[in-house]
């Protein structure tokens, strides 16, 4: 097992279980219309998926193809559903943050896969950065377009307020996307982005879990925002 992979892996796999037992997708982040049939399989399916892949990186004798498995699957979610809702209100920077966090899973997986890509490895890392980076900018501008939202997530115990560290937070995502679309301090941004997502897991998400251990949303976003930290740290490892 390689430790720079474990948080990657293990979102993705903690986000496969959660959807096997709750019977369901991953919620914004798989938006699936309820109107598909056989839903409950699918979402099962999906789950499964996550899992494998996942549970490949984990052992690190498979940690190439579960990388493929990840790096696919999230790259399908954003193309077959995310693009479409973003292209319906494309006005709005709040339908391309869907597609900008699902995204921003698959360049993790996309740099992890770069590590041992012989001629494409350079390429490869730099498509990586570069969308990574993007995504990043995109999380910046969200958060200060929906400011007061944001705001709310912030626990109430951290100082100042959850006023400041939302704007905090914004400023942090755009400057670090910056960083990582022009390649200048790019791997600083990513050390920094990965910590600033880290820090999301364990005062947002972990107590959300412990206060609400039956919610699907606590747990889908515990693992979506574990999977996130892991693929900054995949950047900021292979891709700067």
């Not at 019977?23 to 099962?44: E, I, K, N």
């Not at 579960?66 to 494309?90: D, E, K, M, Q, S």
């Not at 039956?214 to 976003?221: D, P």
Request: charged share 10%.
């Amino acid at each position: 097992m390689n430790k720079d992979t474990l948080p990657y892996a293990l979102g993705a796999t903690l986000l496969g279980i959660v959807g096997i037992v709750f019977h369901d997708f991953a919620l914004t982040w798989q938006p699936v219309p309820a109107s598909v049939g056989m839903r409950v399989p699918l979402a099962y399916l999906s789950g499964l998926i996550l899992i494998v892949g996942g549970s490949a990186i984990l052992t690190g004798k498979a940690a190439r193809l579960g990388a493929w498995i990840l790096t696919l699957f999230f790259g399908f979610w954003v193309v077959a559903l995310h693009i479409p809702n973003a292209l319906a209100g494309w006005k709005h920077i709040g339908a391309w943050n869907g597609p900008a966090e699902l995204t921003f899973a698959t360049m993790g997986g996309l740099a992890l896969l770069s590590a041992n890509a012989g001629d494409l490895k350079r390429p490869m890392a730099l498509v990586a950065r570069i969308g990574a980076g993007a995504c990043a900018l995109v999380f910046g501008l969200a958060h200060f377009n929906y400011i007061d939202f944001t705001a709310t997530m912030v626990p109430k115990w951290l100082p100042p307020n959850g006023q400041f560290w939302a704007v905090a937070t914004g400023a942090g995502h755009f400057a670090a996307g910056l960083a990582l679309v022009s390649g200048i301090r790019a791997r600083l941004a990513a050390t920094c982005l990965a910590a600033m997502m880290a820090s999301f897991v364990l005062l947002v998400h972990v107590p959300g879990v412990w206060h609400e251990p039956t919610s699907h949303l606590q747990w889908a976003m515990l693992a979506v925002a574990t999977t996130f930290t892991g693929a900054a740290w995949l950047v900021r490892k292979f891709a700067t």
